[in-house]
């Protein structure tokens, strides 16, 4: 599949910082207990 | 993938003295295990001086290798190139390689199983099931960030375990075992991408689609012998969606299912996704019937319960081994969903702060909370969340002869889907739109009552959790003795929990410090 005919513009690649991480909260998983992790960060 | 016990003697000896033993190759006291599985290939192959055994997730249309002869002998260049070619497969692998003075291990960047090392006395052990390493987990050597990260909910993927000494691969990292000992080593940060613009016309469903089969088929398969975890999720629902193709009539469907008023909303939900997907069979598991922490359950009875291991792991035991007599040898799911439609940090609102610690919190904790992010691994090429899910739930699918598959982790959809401009990532967009033009019902996209286990968390935090937490302040803890729980503080939160009524919202947190107790009890050498 060649995304190039779905997207335009030059994508910009780069190492994520440490926050930008933490930030991807959300957890995979069936655990209510892990939703709550998401509450507290 | 694999588990193994390699001496400092089987590495100073030629490699044509490894045998096939019809579970595992040895070696005198050395011993290296494949995890048997149609979906899974392993090779040990030889240039005369090295010995590598690789195990890789098998590919589509790749041919199973038959039997596990000993070492395959290679000239020199040959070798190399069929490690490296290994070692940059699409799909997981690991590989052990062994020379004169040093044994490598090297783990994939889909770390689907995750794999535990630890080393003493001449020996080095490993194992994707940490309770194998428990002769190495010992009660009087925990990492004090790693206890604090589990106690607080910060959860950090990292070569930390709770034992010193015991460590996990991490995704793409190396452990080399020399005479001066193991050593882990973090690979280069991986690069992620950021939105970009749509072409005008562009049909984002349809690569979508694309993308998602090419995920689904790009590793080997029996469609009469999977089953898809089809809670009635967004996530779920669209792997089952793209699983569930005409020329597989055969897929079996699995789910916990919710008590509470979400209940018969789940039911009816998942009945017509059954229905349109073409699903044939379904495997249902009541979560009340096996709460966290149940008296029949894995950590009650006295199993060694990795604290590592899915908070739901008792229900999560019987619908796997419900499967499993139903034929079934692999499970797809949707782990990775929630990563792949999550906002970037600039399109959501700032974080709320991370809470005061309870009273429960320990001085150890408290000595450590400004540690927690020390010596995590770096961006990873799928999200830490979704290797944390992995290291959580893939044990226990593997002791149960599982293998499970996660399409909506796959790199190339992670991409697709960080390319993809905020309103198609919001609310999980994609995957809701993508329904509807499956002809789902509006129930089906956009269920109305939310479905979550906060019903059955309660209810096991009533009956068993709080009680456990009790039997800790009154008989003595792990993490009391240790400092990471405060004693008197653990007591009269455990009293204000008692206190509520039989619908009050329980303060669902503390489930981590009875599995965190209850995992240190089962895994170490308590009071060593």
């Known amino acids: 599949m060649n995304l190039e005919e779905v997207f335009s513009g030059t994508p910009v690649f780069t190492v994520p ?3 930008e991480r933490l930030e991807t909260k959300k957890f995979s998983g069936n655990s209510d207990t892990n939703t709550e992790r998401d509450e507290h960060e | 993938m694999l588990k193994f016990s390699i001496t400092r003697a089987s590495l100073d000896s030629g490699s044509v003295e490894w045998t096939w033993t019809g579970h595992e190759w ?61 070692c940059h497969g699409a799909l997981d692998w690991t590989a052990v390689e062994l020379t004169p003075r040093t044994a490598t291990v ?20 490993g194992s994707w099931d940490l309770a194998d390493l428990r002769g190495h987990c010992r009660a009087g050597a925990l ?55 749509l072409r005008p016309g562009a049909d984002v469903l349809d690569a979508y689609e694309q993308l998602l089969a090419q995920a689904i088929t790009r590793r080997h398969f029996i469609a009469d012998h999977s089953a898809v975890e089809l809670s009635g999720g967004m996530d ?36 017509e996704m059954i229905s349109a997907f073409g699903i044939a069979r379904d495997v249902c598991t009541d979560v009340m019937a096996h709460l966290p922490l149940n008296p029949a359950g894995r950590r009650a009875n006295g199993q060694a319960v990795s604290p590592y291991d899915d908070p739901w792991t008792e229900a999560e035991e019987v619908m796997m081994r419900a499967l499993t007599r139903a034929g079934m040898w692999w499970s797809f799911g949707g782990t990775g969903g929630d990563e792949l439609t999550s906002l970037r940090d600039d399109e959501r609102p700032p974080a709320g702060e991370v809470p005061t610690p309870g009273p429960w919190t320990g001085q150890r904790t408290l000595a450590v909370v ?58 999980k967009a994609l995957n809701r739109l993508r329904l509807v033009r499956l002809g789902l019902s509006p129930e089906a996209v956009h269920a109305p009552t939310p479905e979550n286990f906060v019903h059955a968390m ?24 240790a400092g990471f729980v405060d004693g008197s503080g653990l007591a009269k939160t455990v009293d204000s929990e008692f206190l509520k009524g039989p619908h009050g919202e329980m303060d669902r947190t503390l489930f981590h410090i009875a599995s965190t107790e209850i995992g240190l009890r089962g895994m170490s050498g308590v009071g060593e």
């Not at chain 2, 199973?64 to 069929?82: H, T, W």
């Not at chain 2, 630890?118 to 052990?125: E, P, T």
């Not at chain 2, 959580?392 to 599982?402: A, D």
């Open chain 2, 458 to 481: 309660n209810a096991a935090m009533r009956r068993y959790v709080v009680p456990f937490l009790e039997s800790m302040v009154r008989e003595g803890s792990v993490l009391i003795d």
């Open chain 2, 370 to 427: 400004d540690h927690i992010n020390d010596g995590i691994a770096p961006s990873a090429v799928l999200y830490d969340s979704t290797l944390l899910a992995f290291a959580c739930r893939t044990p226990q699918f593997m002791r149960n002869g599982l293998w499970p598959v996660s399409p909506l982790a796959d790199p190339e959809l992670i991409r697709f889907a960080e390319w993809l401009p905020r309103p198609w990532r919001e609310h």
């Open chain 1, 17 to 19: 910082t440490l926050r």
């Open chain 2, 26 to 86: 040895r070696h005198g006291a050395s011993r290296i295990e494949p995890y048997e599985h149609p979906g899974i290939c392993h090779e040990m192959i030889t240039d005369g001086t090295a010995v590598a055994v690789i195990s890789t997730e098998r590919g589509r249309g790749t041919d199973a290798i038959p039997g596990r002869p000993p070492p395959v002998r290679l000239a020199p260049d040959a070798y190399r190139a069929r490690l490296r070619a290994a």
């Open chain 2, 236 to 271: 779920s629902a669209n792997v089952a969606a793209g699983l569930t193709e005409p020329d597989r009539p055969d897929i079996t469907a699995a789910a916990m299912l919710l008590d509470g008023e979400a209940r018969e909303q789940q039911i009816r939900r998942r009945k």
């Open chain 2, 143 to 197: 990492v004090d960030r790693e206890v604090a990260r589990v106690l607080r909910l910060q959860h950090r993927y990292t070569h930390d375990t709770l034992w010193e000494g015991v460590h996990r691969l991490t995704e793409r990292s190396t452990a080399s075992w020399t005479a001066d000992g193991l050593a882990l080593a973090y690979p280069p940060g991986a690069p992620h991408t950021e939105p970009r613009a």
């Open chain 2, 106 to 125: 090297r783990a994939g960047a889909w770390a689907v199983a995750p794999l535990y090392l630890a080393s003493d006395n001449g020996k080095l052990d």
